[in-house]
């Protein structure tokens, strides 16, 4: 279904978000935005975006909003809160949350949405900011399959891997399965190059030899290298990998499910936040390790 000559709301325009709104332009929607600091807004208000004063203000003027926000608290302000989408919302609009929240959370704000007939999608993000910035992101999407069908022209305006995972919370819960897995292998790359330069290895050979094999993956040969050369500029933030580590683990303990792999992983980031390492890139994560073993992985 071709929605572009309907306005599209976009809400939330940090790391991710901004980038993601610029790519929706360059596909041809025309966009209403708003965020917390309007100095955030002013990029995309040279492309064209009409500036709005309030999430109400957006969902008054949009029948298909995006969010992308930081956790389940800020969505449920930004949706359910004063002044919030839910206040503006007209009849038969799709939410489309791309936050990383609680899927349990979702499903409540999808069954308030329900009672405006109306839907949210929940529909998480991977790829950070590069991906967002390429519009190359990997969409998980849970929710109603007609809403889902109805936006899939704004889902591919941001991303080329797109899937319907399952009903309401599936998007979030599919989030938080790759979170386990981006997580527990960024500990693995961080690990091994730690080893590695105790062993006296040359970093960069160790990335080219086993980065072609088994081993490889996508943190070993894309942050690999920023790793080695200190280069913690953030595609992802340690303090949002921590949170979205915090929200498995909080839906592991409801379900009764072990992920003491996950665990441990989190403990690190969490050390990492403790010395004001929040905000680096998650390939910071090396500096936990080098402490334990007291060396350096650079070149």
């Excluded at 991710?16 to 600091?37: C, H, Q, S």
């Excluded at 949405?113 to 950070?128: C, H, R, T, Y």
């Excluded at 690999?224 to 909080?250: A, H, S, W």
């Amino acid at each position: 279904m071709n929605i572009k000559n309907e306005k599209i709301g976009f809400i939330g325009l940090g790391i991710m978000g901004e980038p993601m709104a610029k790519n929706l332009i360059k596909a041809g929607f025309d966009l209403i935005v708003y965020n917390r600091t309007k100095s955030k807004t002013a990029s995309l208000k040279q492309l064209g975006a009409i500036v709005a004063n309030t999430p109400s203000e957006v969902a008054n003027n949009s029948k298909y909003i995006i969010t992308m926000l930081t956790d389940s608290p800020d969505v449920e302000e930004v949706i359910l809160g004063q002044d919030g989408v839910y206040q503006g919302i007209q009849n038969d609009s799709i939410v489309i949350d791309m936050s990383t929240i609680s899927p349990n959370v979702t499903r409540d704000i999808n069954s308030k949405l329900e009672k405006k007939k109306s839907f949210l999608l929940d529909a998480p993000v991977s790829g950070g900011s590069w991906g967002a910035v390429e519009g190359t992101l990997s969409i998980m999407v849970g929710g109603d399959k007609k809403a889902f069908d109805k936006s899939i022209s704004l889902f591919e305006g941001m991303g080329k891997n797109i899937v319907h995972t399952g009903p309401s919370g599936m998007g979030q819960t599919t989030k938080l399965v790759n979170q386990i897995l981006v997580a527990g292998t960024m500990n693995a790359v961080a690990e091994a190059l730690v080893f590695a330069s105790k062993s006296g290895a040359d970093l960069e050979k160790t990335i080219a030899a086993v980065g072609g094999g088994a081993a490889a993956s996508w943190q070993l040969n894309t942050l690999g290298p920023k790793l080695i050369q200190g280069d913690f500029e953030p595609g992802f933030m340690v303090k949002l990998q921590q949170k979205d580590l915090r929200l498995v683990i909080e839906a592991a303990q409801e379900m009764g499910v072990s992920v003491p792999g996950t665990s441990l992983v989190n403990q690190f980031f969490v050390g990492l936040i403790s010395q004001g390492l929040g905000d680096e890139g998650t390939q910071a994560l090396v500096k936990a390790h080098e402490q334990l073993s007291n060396i350096k992985a650079r070149v």
